[in-house]
């Protein structure tokens, strides 16, 4: 990956098919993380070029006391495996987003979910930050690099600045922070161009 393609260029999810383009140069395996009902399948959904694959199951009482609906009231259904979809992006990118569950109780699939990706983008809720905390820690105690996408949901509180947020999630300086609409595809591209920018400004020089 040589540099990042400008959101000005950015492709529309209009899923022209299942096939690679003829462009088609770097293959990039990325996660889409975050806590339960923060919107991973929403923007995968909303980005993805081919039809995406989701492992979506109706909650039940038999789960009310290990899914935390606190926040997330309005949530019917949840991922149990994994969320997957594809987007090509300008310069021969093409992304792999494998959505991974958001609750404690699948932690034993993220080894085998995370092996072979390149980073993350992690999607946090500023109405619950707290319910980022194990997911970041999971992301980092694997080594991926990352960035962070705050999902703008309607009632979300507006007053956060960026240095608050960024202090509250324990970020480090270099890791990315940006906003973005996970129904929107625009939005969700931006938050994707800026994780692949991160993951290009830290592959080492290549020899010559």
């Not at 040589?2 to 999810?13: F, N």
């Not at 939005?187 to 692949?196: I, T």
Request: charged share 25%; with cysteine.
């Amino acid at each position: 990956m040589a540099s990042a393609p400008s959101s000005s260029t950015r492709p529309t999810a209009s899923r022209p098919g299942i096939h690679l383009p003829d462009t088609a140069r770097d293959l990039v395996k990325i996660l889409v993380a975050g806590p339960f009902g923060v919107g991973k399948t929403t923007l995968i959904d909303s980005v993805s070029e081919i039809r995406p694959l989701h492992t979506e199951e109706r909650l039940t009482e038999a789960s009310a006391q290990v899914d935390d609906l606190d926040g997330v009231r309005e949530k019917t259904s949840t991922t149990v495996a994994i969320d997957f979809g594809r987007i090509s992006l300008p310069g021969g990118v093409v992304l792999y987003m494998f959505g991974t569950p958001g609750q404690e109780r699948f932690r034993a699939l993220w080894d085998d979910i995370a092996y072979g990706a390149l980073g993350a983008l992690v999607l946090v809720d500023s109405r619950r930050l707290d319910a980022s905390f194990d997911v970041l820690g999971l992301v980092e105690e694997s080594g991926l690099p990352y960035a962070v996408a705050l999902n703008t949901f309607p009632d979300a509180p507006r007053h956060h600045t960026p240095e608050q947020l960024r202090a509250a999630l324990d970020l480090e300086p270099g890791t990315p922070l940006v906003t973005c609409d996970a129904r929107e595809a625009g939005s969700c591209v931006d938050a994707l161009l800026a994780l692949v920018q991160h993951l290009i400004d830290r592959r080492p020089p290549e020899r010559r």
